[in-house]
């Protein structure tokens, strides 16, 4: 058997295939189970012990040269084709897109814009922060010390990455931090909301690991729970377009603010849904109080002549509770049809 010569022969015809198909039957040609280097394989059998060992040792070899090569002028071939359709292939750019799906503005962030809209005709600013914080500003300033109960409320991300303190970054629990920098920064008084992304390991219909929520902050000489209260009922009156609103305000526990009370909103079950404003249940949407004077030390504010509230809400809440949305996942899936079921058009954000 002359091995050489076959080698030869496969290479020529492997090199002169134009396409898959050809190299496809070259390669069933030579290696299938009929093929001309399997039958040598075969004729081995007729051979004395040292014969098998040196042909054998050389058509095993000329398997493998012969398959090497196939794979090679495949991914050769397989260049030239993608090549030859970037070349001869075109997309006309210019020709405008179908109109099947109409563009909607998502439920959050219409909310977003009603929120910051409502408290801004109430002379409340915008005001921003990192996602990414510092254990000081999301804990400690809040007079959430080490080992302080409160920090259990809250199941925290961490990150490997320290602060200057040696202490783990940790992914935002609230925008309340924002309230920090800003007093920082600022003298009173100040009047700000700080609307964002927030993030805690939670997750169900009403939790979401990312969720949104929106703080207030209101620092003068004689603000009081007056204040608070009116502030707050007028935003619930005006995004919830109920002008009778039954509303409580419970007494509550925060470690920034002292008081402190939750606020409810009154509702009733009409026809298998929600309607707020009135009945005798009760929903929980928002905690606020005023702003503890450990907090306001920690920013160097002077508490002798100044003092405030803060407030927070989540605002996926407060959106499924005013469109009557059960699955705070549904958010944050990415389902066209659903945002074309419950989204906005661009003309009534």
């Known amino acids: 058997m002359d091995i050489k010569k076959v080698l030869k022969e496969a290479t020529k015809e492997i ?10 039957n070259i390669k069933v040609a030579y290696l299938g189970k009929k093929g001309r280097i399997t039958e040598l394989l075969k004729s081995l059998k007729n051979l004395s012990l040292d014969e098998k060992k040196s042909v054998g040792a ?12 196939i794979k090679s002028k495949f991914n050769e071939i397989k260049v030239e084709e ?22 909607k503005v998502h439920p959050i962030s219409k909310t977003f814009d009603e929120v910051i809209s409502i408290f801004g005709s109430m002379g409340y600013s915008v005001a921003e922060g990192p996602d990414i914080e510092t254990d000081y500003f999301n804990f400690s300033a809040l007079n959430i ?37 800003t007093l920082l920064k600022e003298k009173p008084p100040v ?32 603000a009081n729970m007056g204040n608070l209260k009116g502030t707050l009922i007028e935003f619930c009156k005006q995004f919830f377009n109920v002008q009778d609103l039954k509303v409580r305000f419970r007494p509550s526990y925060f ?22 404003g009135q009945g005798d249940l009760w929903l929980e949407i928002l ?36 469109y009557g949305l059960t699955d705070i996942r549904s958010f944050f ?14 003309g009534d954000f």
């Open 15 to 24: 090199e002169l295939s134009s396409n898959q198909l050809n190299l496809q």
């Open 255 to 276: 470690p920034f603010t002292e008081p402190s009370a939750e606020m409810d909103i009154a509702y009733e079950i009409a026809n298998n849904k929600i309607k707020l």
């Open 145 to 181: 010390p080490e080992n302080h109960p409160a920090r259990e409320m809250q199941d925290t991300f961490y990150i490997e990455d320290k602060d200057k303190d040696g202490k783990p970054f940790v992914l935002r629990t609230h925008t309340s931090p924002v309230q920090i920098r």
């Open 58 to 69: 050389e058509l095993n070899q000329l398997r493998s040269e012969v398959d090497n090569l």
């Open 287 to 322: 905690g606020c109080g005023m702003v503890n004077p450990i907090v306001l030390e920690n920013c160097n504010v002077d508490t002798k002549n100044f003092q405030g509230f803060a407030f927070g809400m989540g605002l996926d809440r407060i959106t499924m509770l005013k």
């Open 191 to 222: 009047k700000i909301i700080a609307p964002g992304r927030t993030y805690r390991c939670d997750s169900d219909s009403t939790h979401s690991p990312m969720f949104h929520q929106v703080e207030g902050l209101f620092i003068n000489k004689n």
């Open 333 to 346: 899936s990415g389902n066209l049809n659903w945002i074309a079921n419950n989204g906005f058009s661009i």
């Open 82 to 103: 993608i090549n030859s359709m970037l070349k001869n292939e075109s997309i006309d750019i210019s020709f405008p897109p179908p109109n099947s799906i109409s563009p």
